[in-house]
């Protein structure tokens, strides 16, 4: 498969429930992204993570805690989630160079469609 | 903080029509703006711009960064149906691979 995958590409969960959204990206890229995009929002970013290191974390909730064992892999656990977290959450991956010019382009992935009940 | 406003936030137009779509940031240290266009889950990458007036160019749409204006602008010529979705501006600045998104424009093209 080419690009970003991301699965499952929808998922219904209780508040209670444990789940997890996961990404895989085959383009070789070192870099990889969470975002959320809800309603009439702009894309939030809630993780960044360059060469398997988290380098951001967009003070998103712990409710929400990734997970990236490699460059090509990156998982989001979800536990105790809340209503308002029902969204498309989206995963992207880029270049990322320790040196050199930096670039900004980013590969996104279908998207996981969820719904917190 | 960061901020990236796009203009106007919904448009609809008929097949044929020429549309301008606009986006202004407030970036420390910018380093790109991007434009991407979402149809129905991810978004697809358009252009990257880094430098100012330099149009880029790819069939009917094409870009133009205004560095002095903080601004850009997205351009679609002789619009059809398969351009109906939602365009994104984003802008990438400081020394990490961070964007930030402009809310979108939904661009509907009826036949």
């Known amino acids: 498969e080419t690009g970003v995958t991301q699965t499952p590409r929808h998922l219904v969960m209780g508040m209670t429930n444990k789940k997890s959204l996961k990404c895989e990206q085959h383009?070789?890229?070192?870099?990889m992204y969470w975002y959320k995009q809800s309603a009439k929002k702009p894309l939030e970013l809630m993780f960044v993570?360059?060469?398997?290191?988290?380098?951001e974390n967009n003070s998103v909730p712990s409710r929400f805690s990734p997970e990236c064992p490699n460059s090509s892999h990156l998982f989001l656990h979800l536990h105790t989630l809340q209503p308002e977290d029902s969204a498309l959450y989206l995963c992207a991956s880029s270049p990322y160079k320790l040196q050199g010019p930096l670039t900004y382009e980013q590969y996104f992935g279908p998207g996981t469609r969820l719904t917190v009940t | 903080e960061d901020k990236v406003v796009q203009s106007p936030l919904s448009l609809v137009v008929h097949e044929g029509d020429t549309v301008t779509l606009n986006c202004s940031y407030e970036v420390t240290n910018f380093r790109s703006l991007l434009w991407y266009k979402q149809e129905k889950k991810a978004p697809t990458f358009l252009f990257m711009l880094t430098s100012s007036g330099i149009e880029k160019k790819s069939g009917r749409l094409s870009s133009i960064l205004d560095k002095k204006e903080l601004s850009s602008i997205l351009n679609i010529t002789a619009t059809q149906t398969g351009d109906s979705a939602i365009y994104l501006c984003?802008?990438?600045?400081?020394?990490?691979?961070?964007?930030?998104f402009g809310k979108g424009t939904l661009l509907t093209v009826n036949p």
């Open positions: 984003a802008v990438g600045g400081g020394s990490n691979y961070k964007l930030t």
């Open positions: 993570y360059n060469f398997k290191e988290q380098t």
């Open positions: 383009l070789g890229h070192n870099a």
